[in-house]
């Protein structure tokens, strides 16, 4: 019974995956949702960026001043409904040995250093995606949560709204079906 998910204390550990969203979250910000958990411990919750809910605006249009001149282009992405006054930056790249790695909430001078590195994706985020201890499991108990593991391809995809389906898509012929289902069934 102890490896059994649905059972309350079983200990789901997600830190590095990719949480997809349900297709039965249809309303609000995770609605189509791709979340990089980047922290996750069950004794303390966990910490993720959405990847692919592209704001339309650029560092430049939030930041001013020489020190961010060079970022002034960076897209900026919501990373979530928790603390949505703030800008973060964040790095990915992927390592043959480690899978995908990143660096969170990182300075803008790091920002200007990690994007002159090859293979490296920067982007900035308006907020995070947070859950308190438990929070989390409970949801994927729900089903709210499609959990997978990041592939090498993943830092080659839009980071937009067709992320979610192209995803979703590669995990199975369910899942397939799923993503290409329409918001609403009824209208179908």
Not at 23 to 35: M, Q
Not at 82 to 110: C, N, Y
Not at 135 to 149: F, G
């Amino acid at each position: 019974m102890a490896d059994d998910p649905s059972n309350p204390d079983f200990q789901i550990q997600l830190q590095g995956q990719l949480l997809l969203s349900d297709p039965s979250l249809r309303d609000g910000t995770f609605h189509r949702s791709v979340i990089l958990l980047a922290e996750h411990k069950s004794d303390e919750g966990a910490y993720g960026l959405i990847l692919n809910h592209p704001t339309g605006k650029t560092v430049g249009d939030f930041l001013q001043g020489d020190d961010f001149a060079p970022l002034r282009q960076l897209p900026v992405h919501d990373g979530g409904p928790v603390a949505r006054d703030q800008l973060t930056f964040s790095s990915f790249w992927w390592s043959r040995k480690q899978g995908l790695r990143w660096a969170i909430r990182i300075s803008a001078e790091d920002a200007v250093v990690h994007a002159r590195r090859p293979g490296r994706i920067v982007r900035a985020f308006v907020g995070y995606s947070g859950w308190t201890v438990g929070q989390l499991e409970n949801e994927l108990r729900r089903s709210s949560w499609i959990a997978a593991r990041p592939q090498p391809d993943l830092l080659g995809h839009e980071h937009d709204v067709s992320l979610w389906g192209d995803l979703l898509r590669q995990l199975s012929p369910l899942h397939r079906i799923l993503a290409e289902a329409p918001d609403d069934p009824s209208l179908n």
